[in-house]
């Protein structure tokens, strides 16, 4: 059973880094993804304020805030791990007055985050961590679905069935916070997944057991 979050205390980026770090979760693959709503309880509008206001001019503190509690927060999940919350300011630079939300783009391509971060080595670094935020919910839907080679499932149970027609099948065992909608955390869901690989993308099929 997961323990319950200790989000108590001064909130500073090493401290925030140390949260979202214990709330990673790893799944059948040894990749790490972030529960949007684990991610929520970490940075509250608290924890958001305190950490900016280190950082920013008091006079941009409360737009920036305002920007990443509406529309970035999985963007400024990602600076964090990073620890680059200041970059945070060119992704308000470069919203083009949108009120679309940020998160929404991603992922990012590695051209687009070069042209926002300017410096390689950070849309480099922005765009290996994006993954850990964007892990796919399974509705249990027959249409299949085209994922990115870097998507990130989450599935923390992976049973094989058998293999043929160009594919495998598994048994999949999701992450409460990735079930359909409306089913509780109490609720066990399994998948049965057709994995067909292709260099890339990889092709998914999922249907609910």
Request: hydrophobic residues 40%.
């Amino acid at each position: 059973m997961s323990q319950p979050l200790d989000i108590r205390g001064g909130h500073d980026i090493s401290s925030l880094q140390q949260l979202l770090y214990g709330i990673r979760v790893q799944n059948c693959d040894t990749k790490f993804f972030i529960p949007e709503d684990k991610l929520r309880a970490v940075l509250s509008k608290d924890a958001v304020i305190e950490v900016l206001k280190r950082h920013h001019p008091f006079y941009l503190a409360d737009e920036i805030v305002r920007f990443i509690l509406d529309r970035a927060l999985k963007v400024f999940g990602v600076l964090i791990l990073m620890g680059e919350i200041i970059q945070i300011r060119r992704f308000v630079q470069n919203d083009q007055f949108r009120t679309n939300q940020m998160d929404d783009q991603i992922p990012f391509a590695k051209e687009t985050l070069r042209s926002i971060l300017v410096l390689p080595h950070l849309a480099d670094q922005f765009f290996e961590k994006q993954w850990e935020f964007i892990a796919p919910t399974f509705s249990g839907q027959v249409v299949p679905r085209t994922l990115e080679p870097w998507t990130v499932f989450p599935y923390v149970s992976e049973t094989p069935l058998g293999s043929g027609g160009y594919g495998s099948i598994f048994k999949i065992k999701v992450h409460p916070s990735y079930q359909p909608r409306g089913l509780g955390p109490a609720v066990e869901v399994r998948f049965h997944m057709k994995a067909i690989v292709m260099k890339p993308p990889l092709h998914a099929c999922l249907t609910r057991k």
